[in-house]
């Protein structure tokens, strides 16, 4: 189970283990989020637990393939939020990046199985191919604390990663780095990321954004394509916007 799963990464103290003193800590921060959601799971009630298992089956296919440093904080819904520490900061963001581009190969290929195997017709199963995977990625100081066996991030820098969920990125699809985050990590080496500006009550973000092929602009699958996407879902590579 996925509760199970993130129990088990998150594990660190016992029922008695006493909470620790809030910590100022340089954190590379990660949100991973299914966009196609919200429709996902209420075109009909009758195939919401379908649609529930169908979406933790990917996020668990996604946080299988994340490795020390990167850390899970906590699920929320139909994303996961983790981190990495690390006094190399460059390391780290680089290290993290290359951790998130294979959360996209993951979620593909547990897509595609799924796709493969699913004789149901409920409306969750025809439209597992309608669903996509964006990530964003910030560096910055965050409040670490520990309470028995559970970790806390807080302070703006966790603010601001949340707030980028809601942007103005012409796409489902894609890797988003801050510019301190892209800073470190250099980028996708060989890609040309698109850079934008975000406005929030924090300020302008700068961002640079990483288009998966083709997926610009790009609208989801009509819902009678889904036999057709059974039969030749593609993994997409990430490359530069155009």
Known sequence: MLATAAANKLAGGGRGAETQMAELKQAALVLTDISGYTRFITMRAMSLLHAEQIITDLLEAVVASAEYPLTISKFEGD???????????????KDVLSQVVAFTTAFASKQREL????????????????????????????????????????????????????????????????????????????????QRREQYGLGSVPIYVYYAAGSKLAEPPAADSWRAEKQGFLSRLFTPSK
Do not use: M, W
């Open 115 to 194: 796709i493969a195997a699913s004789e149901c017709p409920c409306d969750a199963h025809v439209h597992i191919a309608a669903l996509r995977l964006k990530s964003f990625l910030h560096f910055g100081e965050v409040v670490f604390k520990k309470i028995h066996q559970f970790e806390e991030l807080a302070g703006e820098e966790v603010i601001l990663i949340h707030r980028l969920l809601k942007n103005s990125v012409p796409s489902k699809e894609y890797i988003l780095l801050t510019e301190r985050f892209y800073q470190f990590s250099g980028g996708l080496a060989g890609q040309q990321a698109e």
């Open 79 to 93: 994303a996961v939020f983790l981190y990495a520490f690390g006094d190399d900061q460059p390391a780290v963001a």
